[in-house]
């Protein structure tokens, strides 16, 4: 089998909470739009975190049959929304052997609110009276599981489970996959719908989540004010397909997967490693696969949480993988003070905003950054996008577990 075959992405699908459609979602990101706004998914007044970054006018019966919606926890409706336009997009549809298209779909929490209402259903009423569908409603792999069932994928149908690097590490295995010869193409992306009362609990618990209640000083990453992360909901599906194999039926070509780099820390469960050893390899493994060169105009979208440690901790990583001078020429931005964090989903949103950087040449901005920290001296893009030919649009994703992921693009 050739290890070199050139791997392209031919369709993108996303439900963000910037819109239910990939060009709402990208018109939102180059326009500098706010997802963020109070939770209005159960009451939050007991919670001191109640910002969050919701889809909004979402109807699963636009995408599912009835029995269907009630058979499927929201994640997974996610999932096959943006699925749907993906493969829509691409026409791939009959034009690929069913034993040589596959899906790799993560997701952070998996059906975090079927649990929720289940649950409680066990506490109040008894075990009699919990769902039958609990199970697969709830577990991790069936998002992948339904869009392989709906895209008719009989090659590999599997799950990426790495917090808050799932979605990029679904994207550069398929990636893989498609170029050691496993498949010709894969569906690959990421969904969550974690926006659910024992969730937000949690991340408020370990001091992870903004409290503050201004939409536009809750997710400022790189920012001095930054106190935590905003959650986020959504997913951003991708069709990855042989470079050959989309030429040959004369698809539209978005941008080339042409880099993935995935280590661990082995650190420490939530904390990063002090020096970010783990975080740099991963970019210097998907630099040096995708052939960077010091000229080369780049721009990386970084995980830029908004957390206090993080920020300034991504800031040495990419110091640390292009060098202090390439660096400081880099734009880099965090497209998540906009849609807030989408755990495991975030990946793939933060691919999307790569793909169509490159391809439009336009940054899109860290909105609502007013005081930049000494401690993140990038050029972090603020407040409005900037336009800018690229070269090599970089994304990273570093997940609790110590899980690091970059991926690579270029234009072919």
């Known amino acids: 089998m050739s290890e070199h075959r050139r791997v392209v992405i031919t369709g993108i699908g996303a439900v963000t909470p910037l819109g239910n459609t990939v060009q709402e979602t990208w018109e939102g990101l180059k326009n500098g739009k706010n997802g963020i706004a109070p939770i209005t998914h159960f009451d939050t007044e007991k919670f001191k975190a109640k910002l969050g970054a919701e889809v909004k006018n979402f109807d699963p019966k636009d995408y599912l049959e009835v029995n269907d919606v009630l058979r499927t ?205 783990g975080g740099t390899r991963a970019m210097l493994d998907a630099m040096k696969e995708a052939g960077w060169r010091e000229e080369d105009r780049v721009y990386i979208n970084a995980h830029g949480t908004g957390t206090p440690m993080n920020d300034s901790l991504e800031t040495t990583v990419i110091k640390n993988a292009l060098g202090e001078a390439a660096a400081k020429r880099a734009y880099v931005s965090s497209t998540k003070s906009m849609t807030g964090h989408m755990l495991g989903a975030a990946g793939a949103m933060d691919a999307l905003a790569c793909v169509f950087a490159l391809k439009e040449g336009i940054i899109p901005p860290t909105i609502n950054l007013e005081e930049q920290d000494e401690a993140c001296d990038l050029n972090c893009v603020p407040k409005t996008a900037v336009q800018a030919e690229l070269d090599l649009a970089l994304s990273n994703s570093l997940g609790f577990g110590g899980h690091n992921a970059c991926l690579a693009f270029r234009k072919v």
């Open 73 to 277: 926890d929201r994640y997974v409706q996610y999932a096959v929304a943006a699925a749907q336009e993906a493969v829509d997009e691409s026409g791939i549809q009959g034009h690929v052997d069913p034993e040589r298209f596959s899906v790799l779909f993560g997701t952070g929490t998996g059906g975090i609110g079927t649990f929720e209402q289940e649950h409680e259903k066990l506490l109040e009423k008894g075990p009699r009276r919990v769902s039958s569908l609990l199970i697969p409603m709830l577990i991790t792999n069936m998002a992948a599981g339904m869009l392989a069932i709906r895209h008719d994928c009989r090659g590999a149908a599997m799950a990426t489970v790495t917090a808050c690097a799932s979605s990029a590490n679904a994207i550069g295995e398929a990636m893989r996959m498609i170029r050691h010869g496993y498949a010709d193409a894969v569906i690959a992306g990421g969904s969550e719908a974690a926006i659910r009362p024992s969730s937000v609990a949690g991340f408020i618990n370990m001091q992870a989540l903004s409290t503050s209640q201004d939409p536009n000083a809750a997710s400022i990453p790189f920012d001095k004010r930054r106190m935590g992360f905003v959650i986020g909901e959504g997913a951003a599906a991708f069709v990855l397909e042989e470079y050959e194999h989309a030429k040959a039926r004369g698809a539209k070509i978005y941008a080339e997967v042409c880099g993935y780099g995935v280590t661990c820390d082995a650190f420490h469960i939530t904390a990063p490693h002090p020096q970010g050893r």
